[in-house]
C-alpha cells in the first residue's frame, strides 16, 4: 500500500494533519497501519468508527456473531436493517460508508489458541473488546508471543477499564512491561462476572470506553503521547470520575 496522500485524503484529515505532533508523516503512518479489532459489539463498534474516520488503511474485524435487535442499544455500528446479519458484515458496510478508503478484512469465527497466532501476526495492533475471559486470555498470549501492542478494555453495568499491553518491551525503569496475566493471574469462577444480558450495561458506557481504546491506538501507530501501559484507567460513568492505577510485572 503507498503510504503518499491523495488530494482527497488531504481534505479529509486536515484537522490531523494540521495537528503538529500528527502532521502528515502520522496521518501516512496510519494509512500504512494494520489493526486487528477483537468483536463488533458495544467496544469494538465505536473502535472501528474512529479509526476508520481516522484514516487506518486496514481493519480486521473477528465476529462470528449475527447482529440481534438487543444489540442496537450499545452497538452503534450496527442499525436496525441489518438484524439478523454477520456481524462482520454489517461492520464492514458502515465503515465502507464512513472511510471507502480504509480496507476491510473479515474474520467470521471464533477466536481460539489454534487459530489467534496466525491471525495476530498479519496485524501490527490488535484492540480487544471481547466480552469473555477465554478470548481475553487467548488474544493476550497471541499478541505477547507474537511481540504485537494489544488495546485492552473492559465494561461492566455503569464502569470500565482500559489499559496498554506490551510485555515484549522494556520500561523507562528498564523492567520489562506487565502482561495481561499480571494483571488477572487466572479467570475468576464461572458464573462471578455476569454477562451484560445477565447484569446490563448503559449502552453509552461503551461508547466512552471504546473510544478511549481507539484513542490509544492512535497513539501508538502515530508513536504521540504516552500509552497506558502498566496503566489500567478506570472509569466511574455514575460518578464522572477516572482513576489510574499503576501496575507492574509479577
Do not use: W
Not at 500504512?32 to 458495544?42: F, H, N, S
Not at 494483571?183 to 473510544?211: I, M, N, Q, W
Request: aromatic letters at 6%.
Amino acid at each position: 500500500m503507498t503510504t503518499a496522500l491523495t488530494a482527497d485524503e488531504i481534505e479529509r484529515y486536515a484537522r490531523h494533519i494540521v495537528l503538529p505532533e500528527v502532521g502528515g508523516a502520522g496521518q501516512q503512518k496510519l494509512k500504512q497501519a494494520r489493526v486487528l479489532v477483537i468483536g463488533a459489539g458495544g467496544l469494538g463498534a465505536p473502535v472501528l468508527e474512529y479509526l476508520a474516520a481516522a484514516g487506518v488503511g486496514t481493519l480486521g474485524i473477528v465476529d462470528d456473531d449475527t447482529v440481534s435487535l438487543s444489540n442496537l442499544q450499545r452497538q452503534v455500528i450496527h442499525d436496525t436493517d441489518t438484524v439478523g446479519k454477520l456481524k462482520t458484515d454489517s461492520a464492514r458496510a458502515a465503515i465502507v460508508r464512513i472511510n471507502p478508503n480504509t480496507a476491510v478484512e473479515t474474520h467470521t469465527f471464533r477466536l481460539s489458541a489454534d487459530n489467534a497466532p496466525a491471525l495476530v501476526a498479519r496485524y501490527d495492533i490488535v484492540v480487544d473488546g471481547s466480552d469473555n475471559f477465554e478470548t481475553r486470555y487467548t488474544v493476550a498470549d497471541a499478541c505477547a508471543s507474537a511481540r504485537k501492542p494489544l488495546v485492552h478494555a473492559a465494561v461492566g453495568r455503569f464502569d470500565g477499564s482500559v489499559t496498554v499491553l506490551k510485555p515484549f518491551e522494556v520500561g523507562k525503569d528498564g523492567k520489562p512491561n506487565p502482561g495481561y496475566r499480571d494483571l488477572f493471574p487466572e479467570a475468576p469462577p464461572p458464573g462471578l462476572v455476569p454477562s451484560c444480558a445477565e447484569a446490563g450495561v448503559l449502552g453509552a458506557l461503551t461508547g466512552v470506553v471504546g473510544t478511549l481504546q481507539a484513542m490509544e491506538a492512535i497513539k501508538l501507530i502515530t508513536g504521540i503521547g504516552e500509552p497506558l501501559v502498566g496503566r489500567l484507567l478506570l472509569y466511574d460513568a455514575l460518578a464522572a470520575r477516572f482513576e489510574t492505577i499503576r501496575y507492574a510485572r509479577r
